[in-house]
């Protein structure tokens, strides 16, 4: 079946085309390259995987609930609108709040795609080019996995967020090479990370579990990546070109702030759309959620050094100005060990699965003996 015929509500049938601006740029100088910059390459190369055969496939998902949270975590819960849905409405509402957060996961990996193949042929460095190959190839196999999971345990699409689709077209349009690097790098791929970490720890769904802890293994380097290459090109900027940037991360960062409030579920459903952000805007869980979801993106706009006035004023009037304390290292070491771990309970699970078949099968010997 196309995913055409999933959409919750239709959209075009053929190609989004965002006109890129800037050079394809070649470099001569093929020896030397940045230490760390080199080593996250070789790393890059070392953590490939086959999303079809790490993954589980044939765990089951509750398309109502696909994290397996309580409906405390709902962001209507509580209020009056809350209060006056059946059950079955709830029920749907799950199906399309489920659709809605896993499409919009896949639409950015797919411009993290497109993105990451634009800076390989954008930076002048050939180490970048290199850890951005390495990107590409990552980004293909996590819109490859979140593709079959929206397909076969939702069933269901929603369309891309438009501060989503704003945010990537002004990554691509821009004729500056570090642009597609501030705007996915730095902020998209920071936001998603954080997501992918909220549901990844809270969710209850061990096939979910399993998918965002392994794409948070590459996402880790992907940030870490944006660091690097931008921190030191930051430093030589002139004011007023630090200053074009900073305006663009505050741009970038009240889109994405908005991209996850869900309005489109909202209005597809037919519920009171302002009764709904309002209460939204005001729970004390979306304030806390987004919080949480700036615990990547902070810390690293810090670290680049575009932390002029304009942008903390933006972080402090989004209340999330405290997660500039955030250690993103430790963060990204946790990123990886969790991965890890995850690979060792399924592989003592299959050992446990093997010797219950070999035990088994020397009872039903001995009894036929």
Known sequence: MSSYELYSSPVPNDT??????????????????????????QKGKDKQWDAQKRID?????DPHNVTGLPEQFNPLFGSEIWERMTQKERDEYGLHQSSWL????????QGALNVSARIVQSVPDLDSKFYAATQTMDEARHVELYTRFVHEKIGMYYP???????????S??????????????VLIEGLALAAFGLF?????????????????????????????????YYAELTDKERAEREEFVV??????????????VFEQLGMPVKECMEYVDNSEMHQLYQS???????????????????????????????????????????????????????????????????????ALGGAAG
């Open 172 to 185: 691509l349009e821009d004729s500056r090479w570090d642009l597609p690097y501030l705007g996915m790098q």
């Open 200 to 232: 990844r720890d809270m969710s209850t769904t061990p096939l979910v579990k399993q998918l965002l802890a392994y794409v948070m293994q590459d996402e880790a380097r992907h940030v870490a990546f944006g660091r690097l290459a931008l921190k030191d």
């Open 57 to 61: 496939w044939d765990l089951e998902v």
């Open 292 to 362: 949480l979801l700036f615990s990547r993106i902070v810390p690293c706009v810090r670290d680049v050094g575009l932390w002029g006035d304009k942008v903390q004023a933006a972080y402090a009037d989004m209340g999330v100005l405290d997660n500039a304390k955030g250690d993103l290292e430790a963060l990204m070491r946790q990123d990886e060990e969790i991965a890890e771990k995850v690979d060792e309970e399924r592989y003592q699970q299959e050992l446990a699965a093997r010797k219950n078949e070999v035990e088994e099968a020397i």
């Open 102 to 109: 896993f499409s919009q996961f896949l639409h950015g990996e």
């Open 16 to 41: 989004w085309n965002v006109p890129m601006a800037g050079d394809a740029r070649f470099t001569w100088e093929y020896d030397g390259g940045r230490d760390r910059l080199l080593n996250l390459y």
């Open 251 to 264: 741009e970038g960062c009240y889109l994405m702030r908005d991209r996850f409030k869900g309005r489109e």
């Open 160 to 170: 891309i967020n438009q501060d989503l689709a704003k945010l990537l077209a002004e």
